[in-house]
Structure formats: structure tokens, C-alpha cells
């Protein structure tokens, strides 16, 4: 006789009692972006403004500043020295010297439509080698257009150590027969465009002279002379 085969029950309790493994939890952590700042857009933007007008006003400048050349065409005044005279050249008793020139320049205005206001506060001075012989100041005075104007102006100064300068002169005459100068004129002038008068400006004016001799109420002769005149603000 065949064994017989016992079934048993499956106790379902005991099953649930035993519960399957649980997965890992893993924590993901959450970037916060920021966003972009407003205050580096705005810098940019400033500075894109400031350039952009800064480059018009460059080009508006230009414009009007090719416009009046292109109307007025002006032109730098000429300036030449016409005579010297030396009223006084002698050491005094603290062996300095004491020169005193009247010198006569012409100044002239080549410009059709341009005017030449002459405003106090001018230095003109004569040099030798380096040396400030003596100094004055021109007058003040409008010049109109196509003008040429001739001023007489009086210099006078004292150079120290008279006596080595008047031996270094007397060899410089033996050598080559002439004694060159140098005359050197600052002058503040405003400049008349029609009926605007502009800003003013400095004039610059280097002249240099050969003459023959420093002789006392002599007639002096200037063998060569040449201006250059330039200008700045």
C-alpha cells in the first residue's frame, strides 16, 4: 500500500512577519542658481552711453571746427624785427649789468576775416646763450584784418657776473663778426571770428638775430633775422 502523502498548511502569519530588504535611500542634494546680477548689465550700459557721446561730441567738435577753417581760412601772424637800438650797456659798481634796448617789430595780419585781440600779461625778452639780457612787455591792442602794425617796445634788465659776460660777447664779435641774439615773446590773445571772439590763447614768437656789435647809441645792424610763430591753449 502506497505511503500516503501529508499537506501541510503554510502558516501565512509567520510569512508576514518576515518582511524583504529594504533599498538604500540616497539624499540628492538641490543647487540653487542664482540669477545674473542687474548691476553688471547696468555698468555696461553706462559705459556703451558714455562712449557713444563722448564720440559724438568728438565728431560735433570736428565738424564745426572744419566748417569755420573751411569759412574763415585763417592764418598765424607774422613778426619781424625791423631795428635794435642800445640806449644803455655798461657794468655798474656790483660788477652786474645793465642793458636797456629799444627794439621795433612788425606785426602783421594776414587773414581776410580774422581779427587779433592783443591782451595784457605779454613777456618779451632778449637772450644771449642762455643769458636774460633784459625784458619789457608790448602794449595792448586790436588788430583788424590784413593789418600790419609796428611797435617800438623798451626792454631793460641786470645780468650778474657783467664783466664775464661782456668778455665772452667781445670774443664772440672777434671770431665770427657777429653776436647773435635770441628774442623770445609770450602773448596772450584772443582770436575775433566775425563777431565771436573765441578763447584765449598764448602766441608764441622766436626770433633769432645776428647783429654786428652792442655799441652804445650806434647805429647796430642785424644782418639776419628769422621769426617762428606757433601757438598753444
Known sequence: ????????PLNMSSTRDVEAPQAPTRTIPVIHTKPPKKRRSCCCRFFCWTFSLLLLLILVIGLIAGTLYLVFQPKLPKFSIDSLQITKFNLTSNSSLSATFNVTITAKNPNKKVGVYYEGGSHI?????????CQGSLPKFYQGHRNTTVL????SGQTDDGSTLITSLQQQQQQTGTIPLSLRVNQPVRIKLGKLKLMKVKFRVRCRLDIDSLSVNNAITIRNSSCKFSFRL
Not at 125 to 133: D, H, R
Not at 152 to 155: A, E, H, P, T
Open 1 to 8: 500500500m502506497a505511503d500516503h502523502q501529508k499537506i501541510h
Open 125 to 133: 625778452s632778449v637772450w644771449y646763450t642762455g643769458t636774460n639780457l
Open 152 to 155: 617800438n617796445v623798451l626792454l
